[in-house]
């Protein structure tokens, strides 16, 4: 069962009671003094400051981090039942008009705690309702410049629906709040759930296919280096190593994802990376683009591995967008120091509508005609984990501007 119980309520129940014991206070002060009605001062007053001091402790209580059980907050509710049927009882009884205000404890409780609970408390507001009715002492006779009895009870109950009223309103729109943000956290919590879960099918396939890639790789690899010994003319050996540096990258690569899966890999899987090599990487693999860099980063930047990825992500994404738009250009503004990566790029295509997600949170979802839509989510799942920041903005023009900072030291 959902346990609504938490530091919020408390302190939302402490500043409730703050102000019962200020509208109590002024209540005794006014009906024994300009009042005159013959009340026994002594038993309200000792009502007013036993919850002053429990309130004390309450507000002591919620300066601590540990969160409180619902047994916890229906102890608070408990006292304040009690105080007020104390009140009531040396206050009039069943003549008092402030009688309703039993029903307070359980329309906070509601919202408050777990349904055993709330008959708890409405069974503590029903029997505090009855002891205080049947067995506290009649209101004197009134009379005087404030009118009879009749009319001082009227008084009190507008007096009560304005109190009761501000209290609901108070407790009820903050509860709402509370629960509409809690809404929107389970649903954050339940996509990011659901895309991880996506995320680790995805890698632990992706470690399988390397595991099965890693052999025909290594002979062709062989079978190049056959072919440039065996070159005719120096094209054709310009060629070969070309074929063999872009087999070396997707040997890397397959290195990478099948490490994971090796158990004895964690050591290489952490090793930090080159910037400017995850750079010339990109660029050897997409050598039509035209790649216009900028920005000041070290000249042996090191990073962690997760942040080579979603750069080349991130290049992929906009190399891909500026030459379906007919544009072979890519911006890349990178920057780093003290306070971590900073990267801003830059494509030239047609930009994304205002319909479309900027940054998708789903797997497989994309606008490109032979996407996979695996790119921008993993990016951002990437950014998240690193405890970054990644958005995206149309530019004035034509071309998408994505930008991400990343919290992390400038170098291992």
């Known amino acids: ?62 300066r601590k981090a540990e969160e409180p059980g619902s047994a916890e907050i229906f102890c608070h509710i408990l006292v304040d039942i009690i105080v007020l049927t104390w009140m009531v009882f040396w206050s009039g009884g069943m003549e008092n008009p402030f009688l309703s205000l039993f029903l307070l404890p359980m329309a906070l409780s509601v919202l408050a705690l777990p349904a055993v609970w709330v008959w708890c408390t409405t069974a503590a507001s029903i029997a505090g309702y009855l002891v205080s009715a049947l067995f506290g002492n009649a209101l004197p006779h009134v009379h005087g410049a404030f009118g009879n009895a009749f009319s001082l009870h009227k008084a009190g109950m507008m007096a009560n629906f304005a109190v009761s009223a501000l209290v609901i309103v108070v407790f009820f729109s903050r509860m709402a709040s509370a629960w509409r943000e809690h809404q929107r956290e389970m649903a954050r919590l339940r996509e990011q759930f659901a895309r991880d879960e996506g995320i680790l099918a995805l890698a632990t396939h992706a470690a399988s296919v390397a595991h099965e890639l890693n052999t025909p790789l290594g002979t062709l690899m062989l079978m190049v280096d056959d072919l440039v010994n065996e070159a005719q003319t120096d094209a054709q050996r310009e060629e070969y190593l070309t074929l063999k540096a872009l087999l070396g990258v997707c040997r890397d690569r397959v290195r990478e994802l099948a490490a994971p899966a090796d158990g004895e890999g964690g050591d290489s899987v952490m090793r930090p990376v080159h910037l400017d090599r995850v750079i010339e990487r990109w660029q050897l693999i997409r050598p039509t683009i035209d790649l216009h860099r900028s920005g000041s980063i070290a000249g042996n930047e090191m990073v962690d591995p997760a942040v080579g990825y979603l750069l080349q992500a991130l290049l992929n994404n906009a190399a891909d967008a500026s030459q379906e738009a007919g544009s072979a250009r890519v911006d890349l503004e990178l920057n780093s120091g003290a306070q971590g990566v900073r990267g801003d790029i830059r494509d030239y295509g047609r930009g994304f509508g205002q319909a479309q997600p900027a940054l998708p949170s789903q797997l497989f979802r994309t606008s490109k005609p032979e996407g996979m839509g695996i790119g921008l989510a993993l990016s951002h799942a990437t950014v998240e984990r690193l405890g970054g920041e990644l958005n995206m903005r149309a530019t004035e023009g034509q071309g998408v501007r994505i930008s991400f900072a990343l919290p992390l030291p400038a170098g291992s």
């Open 1 to 62: 069962m959902l346990n609504r119980a938490s530091l919020s309520s408390l302190r939302l129940f402490c500043n409730l009671r703050w102000l019962g014991i200020a509208g109590q206070a002024l209540a005794v002060t006014v009906a024994t003094g300009p009042m005159h009605i013959a009340l026994q001062p002594l038993p309200l007053w000792s009502g007013v400051a036993a919850l002053t001091l429990f309130n004390v402790y309450a507000w002591r209580r919620t």
